[in-house]
């Protein structure tokens, strides 16, 4: 109880309100925004960050990361274009009912979907996240190396694209992470002669360059659509209980699915909300209306994307491991703000862990309000050229990837790393990987090695005296040749006999 | 990736190609007599790690290449890349002469070049804001968060 009265008086402060209130409404509109998303909402945040107090700065980026993930369904409703990808099937059933004129009724199923979403897994997380740093905080040095190896696999293999490209990504941001000095010895690697690559790359620059540095290059390098028809919306209407009573299950079910998918590495919340809209569609008693406008589309989706936020943020605070770019940034954004997300977090420090519990159930709160309030203002907004937001977006970077450590050195980093992400982005290379590797990478290291210290240098003690790490290496390597297999036997010629 | 990235890759395999070079050029790097005394106390020397992540980026990348090839080729389309290499030559120039002239000037000179780049073109909006968000930027950072931005202080201007 002593926590729990540390933790209010830590959230309930004007700066922490005051943040939440602005990161929310900037993650709505950025997430509103066809093709930034979430981790360009907290890429544009971060500087925003560096001038704060700890929990001002953490509010701000949780009330972002939540918004983003309504946002995007703004968009889908009323200009057929999501916001994020997360938002994509939220078109299928929300922009028919726009055309139908029901543009602020379907913006309000959304609305309320997202809100109990966000809230169901906040729960979830309170729940799950402690049991999981409880049975983490038994792992040595070898367990924690497995369960790195095992989250990075499953990003890159999860990950869309290939899974070859996936593990290269992840391959790439882990040797990125050796830049620097040796952690157990301290010698320097990979400086080149080059001081500035003394104090190894930037996690922020690299980030800041290959998420919104890059997304502009590939909007630049497509040829102008035609012109955005937004729908105008007076606002949102929320529908009544007897529209809702039908659809209580679904809502729960969908919660559960988002905030299952978001504890899985790598998978995020454009999964989920396809992996719910589809279980919606073959178990609602409205199936057949599917895709022309129906409510349970819509629910279905938005509960599921929101919540993945909180799902999301049980590995991340629990064992320190990131399931995606966005929580990679959250963990980034953490460390630079002096908490170290992992196992110790939550018996070192439980306040702060509560803290960004009552902090996700009030930005949820704000959430709804801010939407329901501004929702016409949002509607607005979409009408920015997109030149002018991009405009905005790389001095935004700038301020981005230079305010983190005020070295110059960062900017040529952010630059570099937005080429080579543009380039991979052009190989269908995913992203995420490089930069979950690039996070972890030190951590990744630290623990093989302390581990080949305890077992004498022998890397096949790790599978001998460890049982949980062999058991997870097992479910790695499971994880690794379920792709090929699966893809050979899809690929296996027809029997001719038929049998 | 997006669906609308598909019909982007004219340069199918460069990027593998790329790939296997830099990793095997970081690899020989690795072997430099410089590295030959370091990992002092240590179970592997401090090159170990390194080597290991190296060769499974080299492995993945010739792997990837491989795909590359195997796989049915995209038709290059006629894309902006003028536009791209424009707005990274603007960006290039704005980092190199930042420190001297200050962020406001610099950003305002990247704000312009991709709004022209991109095509809008009208005056009466783009102006006011190159010239006023890095301006509002730099206030907000330098007084009112106490981050220090590149370049010359803004400590006269307000």
Known sequence: ?499 | MAPEMDHLQPFRGLISALAVLTGGALMLSTFQARYADTGLGAAYGTMYYPRLVLGAWILLAVLSLVSDWTAPGAQPESRRWGGVLLLLACEIFALGIMKTIGFVPAASLVFVATVLIMGYRNAWVWVPCAALFPLGLAFVFDRLLGVVLPGPSLTGLF
């Not at chain 1, 004007?14 to 979430?38: D, E, K, N, R």
């Not at chain 1, 996936?166 to 941001?173: K, R």
């Not at chain 1, 895709?291 to 909180?310: L, M, Q």
């Open chain 1, 1 to 499: 109880m002593e926590s729990l009265g540390d933790s209010l008086a830590l959230v309930l402060t004007f700066s922490a309100l005051f943040a939440m209130v602005i990161g929310t409404a900037v993650g709505i509109l950025v997430g509103a925004l066809p093709g930034l998303g979430a981790p360009i909402a907290l890429t544009l945040l971060l500087p925003f960050t560096f001038g704060l107090d700890q929990i001002p700065a953490i509010m701000l980026l949780l009330g972002a990361y939540a918004g983003s993930m309504y946002g995007g369904s703004i968009s889908a409703i009323l200009i057929n274009t999501p916001g994020t990808l997360a938002a994509a099937s939220t078109i299928l059933d929300g922009y028919p009912m726009a055309v139908r004129g029901e543009a602020s009724r379907a913006l309000g199923f959304s609305l309320v979907a997202s809100t109990f979403g966000g809230l169901f897994s906040t729960i979830v997380l309170i729940f799950a996240a402690p049991q999981l740093a409880a049975v983490a905080l038994k792992f040595g040095p070898v367990e924690t190396f497995a369960t790195i190896f095992l989250a990075m696999t499953c990003i890159a293999t999860i990950s869309r694209g290939s899974m070859v490209k996936g593990l290269l990504a992840g391959s790439i941001g882990l040797f990125l992470a050796t830049v620097g000095s040796d952690p157990v010895t301290g010698d320097m690697r990979f400086d080149f002669g080059y001081f500035p690559l003394t104090s190894g790359i930037g996690i922020v620059p690299v980030i800041v360059g290959m998420f919104a540095l890059t997304e502009v290059y590939v909007r630049v390098l497509q040829k102008a659509g035609p012109p955005v028809v937004t729908r105008d919306v007076a606002g949102i209407t929320i529908p009544g209980w007897s529209e809702w009573r039908p659809r209580i299950g679904l809502l729960f079910k969908s919660s559960g699915i988002g905030s299952l998918v978001g504890i899985l590495p790598g998978t995020g919340s454009a999964a989920a909300a396809f992996i719910s809209y589809a279980e919606a569609k073959r178990s609602s008693p409205r199936s057949d209306k599917f895709g022309t406008g129906e409510p349970d589309g819509i629910i279905s989706a938005e509960a599921a994307n929101n919540a993945v936020t909180g799902g999301a943020l049980v590995p991340t605070l629990a064992l320190g491991i990131p399931g995606d770019g966005v929580t990679a940034l959250m963990v980034t954004s953490l460390i630079i703000h002096g908490v170290t997300p992992g196992v110790h977090l939550m018996s070192r420090n439980p306040e702060l862990v509560i803290a960004l519990f009552i902090a996700l159930f009030i930005v949820n709160g704000i959430m709804f309000f801010e939407a329901l309030l501004a929702a016409r203002l949002f509607s607005r907004l979409l009408r920015t050229p997109e030149p002018l937001l991009l405009a905005g977006v790389i001095v935004l970077c700038v301020v981005g990837a230079y305010g983190t450590r005020g070295n110059f050195f960062d900017l040529w980093v952010m630059l570099v790393a937005s080429v080579v992400g543009f380039g991979l982005r052009l190989q269908d290379v995913p992203l995420p990987p490089l930069i979950i590797g690039l996070v972890l990478g030190p951590q990744f290291e630290l623990t093989m090695r302390q581990g080949l210290i305890i077992s004498d240098g022998s890397f096949l003690a790790f599978f001998t005296n460890y049982p949980v790490a062999l058991g997870i290496f097992v479910v790695t390597g499971a994880l690794l040749l379920f792709p090929i297999l699966f893809r050979s036997r899809r690929h296996r010629p027809a029997d001719p006999k038929g049998s």
